[in-house]
């Protein structure tokens, strides 16, 4: 039931976006509330029902993820947790009561209708042939080229470039991430969690994980947001679909016109997510961390 399956892919992104909106948002209103630092820091947070909603918001948000992986593809998934920044826009106005300019909500609305037509036209939906480890070694060879090459420009650039390069390796690892978590839950449907725990996807999805992290937090720490929370929402989406269609042979539909069409429609959504960074203020929640990628 190919339609049953893309549908229900399509409903555990969106809850998977709106999960990583809340926690994002709940983390990020209780950690700047909070007093103290370090260790005490951290016991304040950790009696913080608003803080500990956004721990199960992001576990939510893996779970959601690993579902909606598994009943549709990485080009279909990934590119549909752009709706993190539009759910996080929704939120702060509905829970902060923030006011927030009419230009952002005319890009989220752009935003959104330029994702939704570049996926309908594209259609992209899981292939069937299954991927052999050579395949996967020529794709962690050539993700970690990219995540060093972007490492490499960020060495003793400006605070703008180092942003980008660590923005861009960090969605690279997110995009793998994404695929490792995707062969992880096939292996746990097959074989259960003993089957998992003895399989290599789960200890690769754990060390992808954390390592996006570390860098998605560099890129945050070292350059303006405006620069990394965009290359990570663009790259993301662009290298899953690489991924895809390289490791899991997914179908999209073809033709010039298509192809025209679609690469439209993601450079409205880039310029969208790129106008709603700058369009957002930065307080009561802003959106700090992206996703596409939950937290390992």
């Known amino acids: 039931m190919p339609a049953v399956s893309t549908s229900l892919a399509v409903l555990f992104a969106l809850v998977t976006a709106l999960a990583n909106a809340i926690g994002l948002i709940a983390q990020h209103r209780a950690s700047t509330t909070a007093p103290g630092r370090g260790w005490a820091l951290v016991a304040h947070l950790a009696r913080q029902p608003l803080w500990l909603l956004g721990w199960v918001a992001m576990v939510g948000s893996l779970v959601g993820q690993a579902l909606a992986l598994h009943f549709g593809s990485l080009s279909l998934v990934q590119p549909l947790l752009v709706a993190e920044l539009v759910f996080a826009l929704i939120l702060r106005r509905?829970?902060?009561?923030?006011?927030?300019?009419?230009?952002?909500?005319?890009?989220?609305?752009?935003?959104?209708?330029?994702?939704?037509?570049?996926?309908?036209?594209?259609?992209?939906?899981?292939?069937?042939?299954?991927?052999?480890p050579v395949q996967w070694t020529r794709a962690v060879l050539l993700i970690a080229v990219g995540v060093?090459?972007?490492?490499?420009?960020?060495?003793?650039?400006?605070?703008?470039?180092?942003?980008?390069?660590?923005?861009?390796?960090?969605?690279?690892?997110?995009?793998?991430?994404?695929?490792?978590?995707?062969?992880?839950?096939?292996?746990?449907?097959?074989?259960?969690?003993?089957?998992l725990l003895s399989s290599w996807?789960?200890?690769?999805?754990?060390?992808?994980?954390?390592?996006?992290?570390?860098?998605?937090?560099?890129?945050?720490h070292v350059g303006p947001l405006t620069v990394s929370q965009p290359l990570i929402v663009i790259v993301d989406p662009l290298a899953s679909m690489a991924l895809g269609l390289g490791l899991e042979h997914d179908h999209l539909r073809g033709g010039p016109v298509t192809l025209v069409v679609a690469a439209l429609a993601f450079v409205v959504v880039a310029a969208g997510v790129t106008?709603?960074?700058?369009?957002?203020?930065?307080?009561?929640?802003?959106?700090?961390?992206?996703?596409?990628?939950?937290?390992?």
Request: net charge positive; glycine share 10%.
């Open 201 to 220: 996807s789960l200890y690769a999805t754990i060390a992808c994980g954390a390592a996006g992290l570390v860098s998605e937090q560099s890129a945050l």
């Open 94 to 132: 509905l829970f902060f009561a923030q006011h927030l300019p009419a230009r952002a909500w005319v890009l989220a609305a752009t935003t959104t209708a330029a994702l939704a037509a570049f996926l309908i036209d594209l259609a992209p939906h899981p292939g069937s042939v299954a991927t052999s």
């Open 148 to 195: 060093g090459l972007g490492v490499a420009v960020s060495w003793r650039r400006s605070p703008r470039r180092r942003a980008g390069g660590l923005a861009i390796a960090t969605a690279l690892l997110w995009a793998l991430e994404a695929a490792f978590i995707r062969q992880a839950t096939g292996v746990l449907v097959a074989s259960g969690v003993g089957g």
């Open 275 to 296: 106008g709603l960074t700058r369009a957002v203020p930065d307080h009561l929640g802003a959106v700090e961390r992206l996703a596409p990628e939950p937290p390992v």
